[in-house]
């Protein structure tokens, strides 16, 4: 690819990051852009049809580079978490900026990407309507407690967070808490 337009693109990227710390999606405009890039619309308009474009185009990126992580660990879920737990430090500023402006878009990249991992795993009924409603349930929980983590400054490390994680989802798998009557029963 033409380092021009790696050039152009990155710049409008790294506006409308810059941008979307203090503005909604909807609150940026391609003049706005153009104008804080030094950019003439059709420069802009060459690259991207909106700053719909330009946020999916983001998004997609930490979704690829988190697949990638993903595919390369699989079955190893421990290493897949801790791997993708450095993303995410590494990543941190970028993701919250897509996670505050974009959670549904996002989530459902990640459900999209994910949820086929988790169904070919080993011991997944992937026919089993539960066993989709799991999936869910693990993708949806690690992005809140990702996006949690993030918004509350990492102030613990993304190791720390991890291993405690991975310790508490073992102790509920080992607690049988299905199996157990519920006081209200």
Same mark, same amino acid.
């Given at each position: 690819?033409?380092? *021009? @337009? @790696?050039?152009?693109?990155?710049?409008?990227?790294?506006y409308?990051?810059?941008?979307?710390?203090?503005?909604?999606?909807?609150?940026?405009?391609?003049?706005?852009?153009?104008? %804080?890039?030094n950019?003439?619309?059709?420069?802009? #308009?060459?690259h &991207?049809?909106?700053?719909?474009?330009?946020?999916?185009?983001?998004?997609?990126?930490? @979704?690829?580079? @988190?697949?990638?992580?993903?595919?390369?660990?699989?079955?190893?879920?421990?290493?897949t978490?801790?791997?993708?737990?450095?993303?995410? *430090?590494?990543?941190?500023?970028?993701l919250?900026?897509?996670?505050?402006?974009?959670?549904?878009?996002?989530?459902?990249? !990640?459900?999209?990407?994910?949820e086929?991992?988790?169904?070919?795993?080993?011991?997944?009924d992937?026919?089993?309507?539960?066993?989709? &409603?799991?999936?869910?349930?693990?993708? #949806?929980?690690? !992005? %809140?407690?990702?996006?949690?983590?993030?918004?509350?400054? *990492?102030?613990?490390?993304?190791?720390?967070?991890?291993?405690?994680?991975?310790?508490?989802?073992?102790?509920?798998?080992?607690?049988?808490?299905?199996?157990?009557?519920?006081?209200?029963?």
């Amino acid at each position: 690819m033409d380092r *021009r @337009i @790696i050039r152009t693109t990155d710049l409008i990227r790294r506006y409308v990051l810059k941008a979307l710390k203090t503005k909604s999606p909807t609150e940026i405009s391609v003049s706005d852009i153009c104008k %804080g890039c030094n950019l003439s619309r059709s420069t802009f #308009y060459l690259h &991207y049809h909106s700053v719909g474009d330009v946020l999916e185009e983001i998004t997609n990126r930490q @979704i690829s580079e @988190i697949k990638k992580i993903a595919v390369a660990y699989l079955g190893r879920s421990e290493e897949t978490v801790l791997h993708i737990g450095a993303h995410i *430090r590494k990543n941190s500023e970028e993701l919250t900026i897509i996670l505050d402006s974009a959670p549904g878009y996002f989530a459902n990249k !990640m459900v999209e990407l994910v949820e086929p991992v988790l169904l070919s795993q080993k011991g997944f009924d992937a026919d089993a309507k539960a066993t989709r &409603y799991f999936t869910i349930f693990i993708i #949806y929980g690690c !992005m %809140g407690m990702f996006r949690r983590w993030l918004s509350s400054g *990492r102030d613990i490390t993304a190791v720390e967070l991890i291993r405690k994680f991975i310790e508490y989802f073992q102790i509920f798998k080992n607690q049988n808490l299905l199996d157990k009557p519920a006081d209200n029963d």
